[in-house]
């Protein structure tokens, strides 16, 4: 069984990098036709898939986030990582990581995944 967990500081300050790491056990992130992503979900609002990475180890962003968001990994850990430049308050959310089956080029709705880390609540202050 597949488990993710998040971990990250909980406070960012406006304009700086956020950043992220999932560490994941049970399975490897390397492990063929899987795909690993960041999903976030603002107060009041719904799930927003962020961007993803796929077990060979290309990326995909939603469009929306694309010129800010990087995704990466560390194999060696069995990690990976989201990093979100120049936060705002309306970046304040709860982040997921989340895992999935479905390629990588057609995962990008949270509808698709059905391992999921907890959560972590991250605040961005103005």
């Known amino acids: 069984q597949v488990q993710l967990q998040e971990s990250g500081p909980g406070l960012v300050k406006s304009s700086q990098m956020l950043s992220l790491t999932c560490t994941v056990s049970?399975?490897?992130?390397?492990?063929?036709?899987?795909?690993w992503s960041w999903i976030r979900q603002p107060p009041g609002k719904g799930l927003e898939w962020m961007g993803a990475i796929a077990y060979g180890g290309s990326t995909y962003y939603s469009p929306s986030l694309k010129s800010r968001t990087s995704i990466s990994r560390d194999t060696s850990k069995n990690q990976f990582s989201l990093q979100l430049s120049s936060v705002t308050p309306e970046d304040t959310a709860v982040y997921y990581c989340?895992?999935?089956?479905?390629?990588?080029?057609?995962?990008?709705?949270?509808?698709?995944?059905?391992?999921w880390g907890q959560g972590t609540q991250v605040t961005v202050s103005s």
């Open positions: 989340a895992a999935t089956s479905v390629p990588a080029v057609l995962a990008d709705t949270h509808r698709h995944y059905n391992y």
């Open positions: 049970g399975g490897s992130i390397t492990t063929n036709y899987y795909t």
